[in-house]
């Protein structure tokens, strides 16, 4: 169902429990039904006493009090504490009725029925006040804020054990090709081992996707279509046949069903990438190529499947600055994707960088994008460097 | 198992899919028994040939040749390619036998059997070689590393459905406490909502440690025992009771069963924390106010919980430099995590932040630990921020 007015605008959301929650983006405010702590309570182990009647307290002056009980976490004192009374506390017991502040027990020694202290403590000194966390009816986390560990904890602590967040979008991942063998099975001679829905699954669990399906289909265009088009999902990534071949089937099934106004872009690699729609689904035509799927999932996919879920279409990768070794080239008029090492500090281009490498990305540090208008930069250029871990 | 000689040394292993090994730590390194690429393979839409043959091809020297087939990925040309002739090939599709190069479509043109190029092409161009990426018997990834999306994409292309990683450390963990209520249940007037193991658990997960169970106790010594005792585990985290007072059971447990050679460290928050084994189940005691559980635990079983699982023990928070706006006032002689926020560029301290204050956490950006030997940090310096985000 959609959110309500302070929620986050527009997009779907799902209750699950706190034990999940964590990294997900919340969906709606959170105000308080409690107070935190919902009752005064002791910061110390010690005496709880009237503060006021301790005044000029001390080594040569010791006070006296009668010990009438003793309040523990979760055992309060029942009765109340009169002027020339005192009871034991513990840090965390609630604080009892007349009592306004705790003595610490390093300055308190115990004769018989009495207490004799020698320092004097101002009334609310060492209490944990009613409310002193959370009040009620406060807000106390927005809506689309990403949960951090503390935030769960802090939702626990108002007595929540579900709360709302942003629904995962759910995405289906279709990978074609007649040459693809399944990871673990026997491989026909003229096969390879299909990499990119291993990989694209990793990379949608780590954008916040949920996969609602891996499908290897062979270069059938009515399979193909099929898979398309079965409702029941938010974004499909589609891997190899995104280009103008015979057996590139995807963009022309796109086109029939749905819409495809970006076939093609200007980036190396992954130029045949395209992005269109069917209905509400959104689709991306990821190239083949392990490196150009990868590499297009990241400049479009990831950013949609991320911002879809709430949280950042940022990039997913820490930046360094750093500066460039050896020349680093590209082309006016299209944006490179270049795999590089840093070494001794120095940004070196992976030399075997080909599309189909997918071993330049697990040798590299991580990537530089040079922009359309550059041809490149030359030895001494400071640039920043997206790191893959 | 223990792993072997080429592993990353004295870690437990197992194995798993690759659907769940991203983000893993490979237990042993990789090596491959599969040439990726496994044949010489076309890397254009085009045509396959014999490259020497269109020396001095141009638009004024067109080269005819006669078309004897097709390869297509998955589907090969059977034939080979002689002299005076050439296949339609498509990128992926294997080389066919007699040919060393490809001519892309861009400069050919079909006319009946025969197709015609207006450009020359070297052997060797187009053709992506028999292991260009990978080759059989070369280490691909080494043991210890932190496995990316492309990683367990480059194992899926050698052919590998699953992978030994790094067993996660299994972790119990023991909230005690009388006043500690379950949230979702009814709240005894005098009690509290646990926070302490819901934030743990996140924690925990966030550092690669799997939850072997999570127990709320009372205040309880016998049964608090029996928890830390019964066996099958790595790390045990106790939450509440850490200190020195008459309901604090669990470091007289500890150091019955056990050892607790620390007890009591010199930083605020979180001073009553205690650090032990019982065998070899390392036992973190962490105090049971919130922000004092979340600060040790980050401290000192945050870090163990990570090396115990192959991952690097630093603080797993970016870091950001910035400058003091309000003063950060600390102690010489103790530690100070003191939580923050940016403000316009600079860093201001949360007025509000007792250890039992974890809406203090909820609020910050993030934290800056004031080393023992400083009293603190004046407006203008500039100092590290850790980023809870």
Chains 1, 2 share one sequence.
């Not at 709430?310 to 050896?326: F, H, M, T």
Request: proline letters at 6%; hydrophobic letters at 40%; one cysteine or more.
């Amino acid at each position: 169902m959609q959110t309500n007015l302070d929620a986050c605008c527009g997009f779907d959301d799902v209750t699950v429990s706190l034990a999940e929650a964590s990294g997900r983006v919340l969906a709606t405010k959170v105000t308080a039904q409690l107070d935190v702590p919902p009752f005064d309570r002791s910061a110390m182990d010690g005496f709880a006493l009237r503060g006021g009647e301790t005044s000029g307290a001390g080594d040569y002056n010791p006070l006296a009090l009668r010990i009438i009980g003793q309040a523990l976490p979760g055992k309060p004192f029942e009765g109340a504490v009169l002027p020339g009374t005192a009871t034991r506390i513990m840090t965390g017991a609630p604080l009892p009725a007349g009592a306004d502040a705790v003595l610490p027990a390093e300055f308190a020694r115990e004769v018989g029925e009495f207490v004799e202290f020698t320092a004097a403590v101002a009334p609310g000194r060492n209490v944990g006040c009613r409310g002193e966390d959370v009040v009620a009816g406060h807000e106390i986390l927005e809506a689309g804020r990403r949960l951090r560990p503390q935030d769960v904890g802090l939702l626990a602590s108002i007595g929540h054990s579900s709360v709302s967040v942003v629904r995962r979008p759910r995405v289906r991942v279709i990978a074609t090709g007649n040459e693809l063998a399944v990871p673990g099975n026997t491989r026909g001679a003229f096969q390879i081992y299909d990499s990119n829905s291993i990989t694209l699954r990793a990379l949608i669990e780590r954008d916040g996707g949920e996969i609602e399906s891996l499908q290897l289909l062979a270069d059938d265009r009515d399979l193909i279509k099929l898979a398309m088009t079965e409702p029941g999902l938010d974004v499909i990534l589609v891997s190899g046949g995104s280009s103008v071949g015979a057996e590139d089937h995807a963009p022309g099934v796109l086109a029939e069903v749905g819409e495809l106004p970006i076939h093609g872009v200007a980036m190396r690699p992954s130029s045949p990438t395209g992005i269109g729609h069917i209905g509400n689904v959104l689709v991306f035509l990821l190239p083949g190529n392990p490196v150009s799927c990868l590499c297009a999932y990241d400049f479009f996919a990831g950013r949609v499947i991320r911002g879809l879920g709430g949280r950042s279409i940022e990039w997913p990768y820490l930046r360094q600055k750093a500066v460039v070794g050896s020349k680093i080239v590209s082309a006016v008029g299209r944006v490179d994707y270049c795999r590089v090492r840093l070494e001794a500090g120095l940004i070196e281009p992976i030399s075997t960088s080909g599309a189909s490498i997918l071993s330049s990305t697990t040798r590299a540090t991580g990537f530089v994008i040079i922009p359309a208008e550059l041809e490149g930069y030359g030895p001494g250029a400071e640039v920043e460097v997206f790191l893959y871990d």
